[in-house]
């Protein structure tokens, strides 16, 4: 996404722009103004001016009149008045340039005053010489009229000059400049929007390259985690299998070290594929009843015999009332329990180990799952309580060459937790052990649930083997062997295929109860090769048989990629006896006993 800077950046330059219009459009109005106040100042003295010479001439109309006895002289004095006044106000008017003016101005104020006693004479011999006063006052007035309108144009011409001299280039290079402003903030908009794309280009790139670094990621993952499964799976189940036989005690003791390092080995996976998963967004979490008293007593039983082996005591502390029947996942529960329990047994030597578990309300007033696991250990430093919890940390580098380890347990297990919507936290002091808390919020099971719960979790009666025809399709001729020996005491016929096509092909003439699908296989897998075997089902209008997929591939896009192409269950790789015959006992009972024609029936002619 475009980063906050430049965006900052880009609105601070759309403010200095907007800025510097309104001082561009300030600037033009400013200039505009001065010239109307230079107009409007020229046109006033011109109007002073004109009316100056209109009153002479009135007052020259006045005295002619009276010389021919239509004018009285109280009418010469009050015209002799109104010229003065005019004369009086042009002479105190400020004009950009009257030196001639002020000449003419002089001339006719003295002849005003000169005249005066005259035009106010009671003597009508004085008065008769009102007649001659026009022939000496009129080359006064077309002598002012004449310079002003010489010293007006000129003024004009100087106040033009001026405009288109040095004033015009200021006022020119004023908005030159602005413009310029102007224009390098619009280039640095467009500069800023093209980076900006560019980074945006940039950041789709490494995206897209993250996400393919991530998918080649899990590819990797899955490929490593089939890869290993599968010799895994042979190792596990035939040392399983080994072991439902009468053996000395030194070769039962053999196998039981070969189940325990393959456990080991398949726990390592799991922590990997974990990891894998909560990096992908894609660890789900399930909603069931389920016993937590039950739970608890499961890790303790299970590291029970491996804390008496080093002298520890383990011992489980329920508080308060017996703990109720919780709404949950109870499977990611006791993952996150077993981590606790399985690194407390492992980094004690001395003491014990503790499992304290209580059930109360939260402050929020939901009910609330504790459960404290505290040792004797070593205990860890402060500095080191923070990246227990990242993903392959672990509080000292000497930990995994001691005790061994991936460093994942931790960090799935506070995810977990969080995903679970509680928390793991941890407190402990070098040499006084470590405490790990977890503290789960639950929801109290209802009575329905409790019910349901408890019919679904009944001691089962004596089951009777399995029969039937089974169809086990693998090109892995040792993990075929596998599915046999572990199937070896139940009633069942056993057919094998060594690939999809040779499946399909076997399919077509012979019936079965149950198919058991290996996933990756050369040329036809077992998806194509399982929604092939239900197309042709479907076109013999028949119903295909039931498909179990097992396989090291249990990634959870990989199973609904099984289940779409028509498998009904799904069994991971190393294989569990118990779980194996549970997840056929689940479907065979769906079987369609009867041939499956899976090439469409001819007519017989």
């Known amino acids: 996404m475009y980063s906050a800077s430049p965006i900052k950046r880009s609105l601070i330059a759309i403010g200095l722009c907007i800025g510097l219009l309104i001082v561009f459009f300030e600037h033009r109005k400013a200039v505009q103004e001065a010239e109307r106040q230079m107009v409007y100042s020229a046109s006033n003295a011109s109007w002073k ?70 035009i106010f004479s009671e003597n009508e011999a004085v008065a008769g010489q009102l007649a001659g006063l026009r022939s000496s006052l009129e080359p006064l007035v077309i002598s002012i009229r004449q310079n002003w309108v010489r010293e007006f144009n000129a003024s004009r011409n100087r106040a033009v000059t001026a ?15 602005i413009a310029v402003l102007i224009a390098c903030i619009v280039l640095y908009l467009v500069v800023e929007v093209y980076l900006g794309t560019l980074a945006h280009r940039r950041e789709q790139v490494l995206r897209a390259a993250a996400d393919a670094a991530n998918r080649t990621k899990s590819d990797f993952i899955a490929s490593v985690s089939h890869e290993i499964r599968t010799p895994l799976n042979g190792i596990i189940s035939m040392a399983s299998h080994l072991g439902d036989h009468p053996l000395s005690p030194e070769l039962r003791e053999c196998v039981s070290i070969i189940e325990d390092s393959g456990g080991l080995l398949l726990s390592t996976i799991n922590d990997v594929l974990d990891l894998s998963k909560i990096e992908a967004g894609e660890m789900p979490i399930e909603f069931r009843p389920f016993d937590p008293g039950r739970s608890l007593s499961l890790a303790r039983d299970l590291y ?41 047994v492992k980094f004690t030597e001395h003491g014990h180990v503790r499992i304290t578990a209580s059930h109360g309300v939260s402050a929020d007033g939901a009910d609330q799952f504790e459960v404290c696991v505290s040792d004797t250990g070593p205990g860890i430093a402060a500095t080191a309580q923070a990246t227990i919890f990242e993903p392959f940390g672990q509080a000292d580098a000497s930990i995994s060459r001691d005790f061994g380890g991936t460093g994942l347990g931790l960090a799935i297990s506070r995810t977990l937790c969080r995903a679970m919507g509680g928390e793991l936290r941890v407190m402990s002091t070098p040499g006084q ?15 329905d649930a409790v019910r349901e719960w408890t019919g679904s979790t009944a001691q089962p009666a004596e089951e009777t083997p399995l029969h039937g025809r089974v169809l086990i399709v693998d090109d892995n001729a040792t993990n075929r062997l596998i599915l046999r020996k572990l199937l070896g005491g139940q009633r069942l016929d056993f057919f094998e295929a060594a690939s999809g096509p040779e499946a399909l092909d076997f399919l077509s003439t012979e ?17 194509e090769t399982t929604a092939r075997l239900v197309e042709a089902a479907e076109l013999a209008g028949k119903a295909p048989p039931p498909v179990i997929a097992v396989t090291a591939n249990v990634m959870p896009e990989q199973v609904d990629a099984y289940h779409r192409a028509g498998m009904t269950n799904v069994l991971p790789k190393p294989v569990s006896k118990n779980a194996l015959i549970a997840k056929m006992r689940e479907s065979l009972p769906a079987a369609n006993v009867g041939a499956i024609a899976l090439k469409p029936p001819q007519d017989v002619a």
């Open 49 to 118: 001016i004109s009316e100056l010479v209109y009153e002479a001439q009135r007052f020259f109309t006045t005295l002619a009149n009276h010389g021919q006895g239509e004018a009285s002289l109280y009418e010469v004095q009050v015209q002799f008045e109104v010229f003065w006044s005019r004369t009086q106000l042009v002479a105190e008017t400020e004009f950009p340039e009257r030196i001639a003016l002020d000449e003419g101005l002089n001339r006719i104020l003295d002849w005003l005053e000169q005249h005066e006693g005259v």
């Open 163 to 177: 405009r288109s001299g040095s004033e015009s280039r200021q006022n020119a290079r004023q908005e030159f400049l």
């Open 304 to 344: 029970r015999d491996q804390a008496g082996d080093k002298g520890l005591s383990l011992d489980l502390v329920i508080q308060g009332d017996p703990l109720p029947l919780l709404i949950g996942d109870e499977r990611r529960t006791r993952q996150v329990l077993h981590n606790l329990v399985s690194n407390a």
């Open 433 to 447: 052990g470590a405490e790990f808390t977890v503290t789960l919020p639950f929801v109290r099971a209802s009575a």
């Open 511 to 527: 019936a079965v109860d149950l198919v058991l699908m290996d996933v990756q296989m050369p040329g036809m897998n077992g998806i």
